[in-house]
């Protein structure tokens, strides 16, 4: 059967069809759509949101020691949050195939970084497959799972953005039986004490070995030969655009890009002319082509920052410039917190408290943005708590208030433990956690503290100011940041606090199916406004500035934040 599959969707279905039992992820653009589409479509697997990508990699290594077929997917960040468990699990007995989708982002279109996880398959010794359409993300899921029992590895899925969310056209398949789970004792290849793993790192060198000898035979990895003047390396969406830049050139084209297939390469470059290696991002092929000795060009023309197009690949080849289409002018439209969102009031409250504020991962990083300028840093997922507290140690008392703000979801996922350090080591700092009962920036996604599986299970539900009493915080308040005044106060008390402290600013995502929004729009008495611009501060879309007044538009769902904090008492409307 034919259908019409975004990439992450025919990763699903590759799932479905290869007999996966159990899937687990993180949530994180642009890999979030294919446990949703697991979870969805195909109700024989076992699917979960993990707090974080370690655990998911670990849940389904687990799954996989006891037989069954099982998928871990998280985006390109998350793999350094997995990286623990990715480097000792291929030195472990695979039963059951296990495959890491790692979803890169080239150029960073909802990322903080733009790092090229093909690194990640050869730091740890394990094979990775990169599709370069709907079609091959669906095959190479299947292939991955064959290649990961066959060579007893976990394989690595290497997906971008393009691949990710385009669509194409998908033939589909028959699903193969899941395996039947059994539990089975092998503590020697299992227990990574010094004494196993030292015996298993031999059988990790041989493998990676057995597998360069598939790479060079494998289909995967095909020569396509045309004219010879102009050969090709390419993977993935960059073998895509160097097709339509040089329909009439030789390819090789790399679906399985690791192991190196060199005797593949060294065959291939000797039927050219000149050869080049067009990939997005690092080096990877290029570097590993020149260690062959073989001349190539690539980066020297190529650019390393951002995605390639197939005008930036020929006019690189060509040598016609950079390839880069200049861009009309457009009014700037920068990305905004929706209008009656919580985070958004929360940080203006902080904001009016002078405070340094380190920022995390989510909706609220876009508070960094004028007019609302909230944010101070931001590095990574969890990282906002341990700022503070590292800034606060090192100023001492006395100084800069410190502050940091982090969303549930994030709290979850890596800000637990940087709350129980900043408790156990006694910082002074007032951490704000935005409670707004969601992972919102990826699409609204369950995690601990809603009380839903992925699966529409009811579970536990934790309490949050339990929860961060537990961890040793003493000083704790939890307040509804559409109350302004409150919130300021609280805010200004929490940074006073000879002590760490913590907010809990709690109220649903605008966004939510279930969320009461009051339905009313306001509006601003014209007669009434000074003109001050107090209500643009907030940085909200519905409000607007005309005719030296503020105005508001029809995106407003009734908050009444802008109402709270006009000094003129200008803006109202009827409930």
């Known amino acids: 059967m034919k259908k019409i599959l975004s990439g992450n969707e025919a990763v699903a279905r590759g799932a479905y069809e290869a007999g996966v039992s159990f899937a687990s992820a993180y949530p994180g653009t642009p890999s979030t759509e294919i446990l949703e589409t697991i979870a969805r479509e195909y109700k024989g697997i076992h699917s979960e949101w993990a707090p974080n990508e370690k655990v998911a990699l670990e849940v389904a290594s687990g799954a996989s020691y006891a037989g069954v077929r099982a998928i871990a997917i998280m985006k390109h960040v998350g793999v350094n949050v997995a990286a623990d468990p990715l480097m000792s699990l291929p030195y472990t007995l695979t039963r059951g195939g296990i495959v890491l989708v790692s979803a890169d982002d080239p150029e960073l279109f909802s990322s903080q970084n733009e790092q090229d996880n093909r690194h990640y398959a050869r730091f740890a010794k394990i094979p990775m497959l990169e599709p370069s359409t709907s079609q091959e993300a669906l095959d190479f899921t299947k292939e991955a799972f064959a290649i990961s029992e066959s060579f007893g590895t976990p394989v690595m899925l290497r997906t971008t953005t393009r691949i990710s969310h385009s669509m194409g056209v998908v033939e589909t398949g028959e699903p193969r039986e899941p395996n039947t789970p059994s539990l089975e004792r092998h503590p020697a290849e299992l227990v990574m004490l010094p004494a196993n793993a030292r015996r298993r790192h031999p059988v990790l060198e041989e493998r990676i070995v057995a ?297 649903p995502c605008v966004l939510l199916k279930s969320r009461n929004v009051s339905g009313r729009m306001l509006s601003v008495d014209a007669d009434a406004c000074t003109g001050c611009k107090v209500c643009i501060g907030l940085g909200c879309p519905a409000i607007e500035f005309q005719d030296e007044k503020a105005h508001i538009n029809e995106m407003c769902v009734g908050c009444n934040v802008c109402a709270e904090i006009c000094p003129a008492d200008a803006i109202g409307g009827d409930v």
């Open 211 to 507: 597998l360069k000898g598939y790479a060079d035979t494998s289909p995967l990895n095909r020569i396509e030969m045309n004219d010879p003047a102009i050969g090709i390396i390419a993977s993935g969406v960059a073998y895509q655009y160097a097709k339509e830049a040089f329909p009439g050139a030789s390819f090789l084209k790399l679906g399985m890009p690791y192991p190196f297939p060199d005797a593949k390469v060294r065959e291939f470059a000797s039927q050219v002319r000149e050869l080049w290696v067009v990939e997005e991002l690092d080096p990877f092929m290029e570097d590993q082509v020149k260690a062959l000795g073989l001349g190539c060009r690539g980066k020297d023309r190529i650019p390393i920052c951002g995605e390639l197009t197939p005008d930036i690949v020929k006019a690189a080849i060509s040598g016609a410039g950079t390839g880069k289409a200049a861009q009309p002018v457009l009014p700037g439209r920068p990305p905004s917190m929706c209008p009656g969102c919580p985070h958004r009031s929360m940080l203006w409250s902080m904001k009016r408290n002078k405070c340094f504020v380190c920022g995390d991962i989510g909706c609220y990083t876009l508070g960094f943005l004028p007019p609302l300028d909230a944010i101070d840093t931001t590095l990574c997922m969890g990282a906002g708590i341990n700022h503070a507290h590292g800034i606060s140690k090192v100023l001492g008392p006395g100084t800069e208030k410190i502050a940091a703000v982090i969303g549930d979801s994030t709290f979850y996922h890596s800000g637990i433990t940087g709350l129980l350090n900043l408790a156990y080591n006694r910082g002074v700092a007032l951490v704000v956690i935005l409670d707004n009962s969601t992972t919102a920036m990826t699409g609204a996604q369950n995690h601990p503290g809603t009380g839903i599986t992925l699966e529409g299970q009811q579970t536990t539900s934790l309490d949050l100011e339990t929860l961060v009493k537990a961890l040793g915080i003493e000083w704790v308040r939890t307040i509804d940041p559409y109350r302004v005044k409150e919130a300021r106060k609280t805010v200004k008390e929490g940074l006073e606090y000879d002590g760490p402290a913590v907010i809990i600013s709690k109220s």
